[in-house]
């Protein structure tokens, strides 16, 4: 299988197995103007199995999203056919409108127009916790 190196642009690699969709939608890179290549199930040393994304132009990323989803991502920044940058997503500290509170007490689901936030409180096992009712995200 071929897929064109980018130019310039962006590559998100090691990617945990089969999620690469997930992040494809959750960034909305559908709705973008450029090419963009899900490589699902690519052999990797690593882990085994990975995906990968190439975006073939440079945008901005929500590292927030992407540190929730995978925090062990890769994020590479290509710049005339070469690797300029390459960093990693940590989980974030607070999500803010991502993910929605399932409490049906909480206030959230009163003041629709009020912020979703997400506080993360325990890093090791990756709980994040309603900042006003304290319920745990459910996986």
Known sequence: MNIDSI????????????????????LNLGDLDCSVAII????????GKKDIIKIDK?????????GYLDSNITINIIKNDERVDKY?????????????????????????????VFVLTDKDKKIYRCKYCETIKEE
Do not use: F, W
């Open 7 to 26: 130019k310039n642009g962006i590559v998100i690699d090691h990617i945990k197995a089969k999620k690469g969709l997930e992040i494809y939608n959750a």
């Open 40 to 47: 699902t199930n690519a052999k990797s040393k690593k882990m």
């Open 58 to 66: 440079s945008i901005d990323l929500d590292l927030d999203i992407l």
């Open 88 to 116: 990693h997503v940590e989980l974030p500290k607070e999500i803010v409108n991502t993910i929605k509170c399932k409490n049906p007490r909480c206030i959230t689901a009163q003041e629709t127009d009020l912020t979703h």
